[in-house]
């Protein structure tokens, strides 16, 4: 796998912000409605509900959570193996770091 890869660099791309990795901590018990996060989201960063949900549609995009509707309800949870791609990459870094240094043609 290349850092170049889509899911690679749409998960990297939406964990650049505070505010959406706080969100997908929030997550980690389980799904959340669209207002419960906004409004968390709202106090712990003094953001606006529109920004909030701008960061959720992010993480909505990057495939790392994933949204379901229930009436008039959005809810948020994480998605399973949404950070698989991501994980082997940095897994793919650690390992490289056990490795005898190369030397230069």
Not at 4 to 20: E, F, N, S, Y
Not at 36 to 53: N, V
């Given at each position: 796998?290349?850092?170049?890869?889509?899911?690679?660099?749409?998960?990297?791309?939406?964990?650049?912000?505070?505010?959406?990795r706080s969100?997908?901590?929030?997550?980690?018990?389980?799904?959340?409605?669209?207002?419960?996060?906004?409004?968390?989201?709202?106090?712990?960063?003094?953001?606006?509900?529109?920004?909030?949900?701008?960061?959720?549609?992010?993480?909505?995009?990057?495939?790392?959570?994933?949204?379901?509707?229930?009436?008039?309800?959005?809810?948020?949870?994480?998605?399973?193996?949404?950070?698989?791609?991501?994980?082997?990459?940095?897994?793919?870094?650690?390992?490289?770091?056990?490795?005898?240094?190369?030397?230069?043609?």
């Open positions: 796998m290349d850092l170049g890869t889509r899911d690679v660099d749409a998960a990297l791309a939406a964990l650049a912000h505070p505010v959406r969100i997908l901590e929030w997550l980690v018990p389980g799904p959340a409605a669209a207002g419960d996060l906004a409004a968390s989201a709202c106090a712990a960063f003094g953001i606006s509900r529109t920004r909030a949900s701008q960061h959720l549609g992010v993480l909505a995009r990057s495939g790392l959570v994933m949204v379901s509707v229930d009436g008039p309800w959005r809810w948020y949870a994480l998605s399973d193996g949404s950070a698989d791609d991501l994980d082997a990459w940095l897994r793919r870094l650690r390992l490289s770091t056990c490795r005898a240094p190369r030397r230069s043609i």
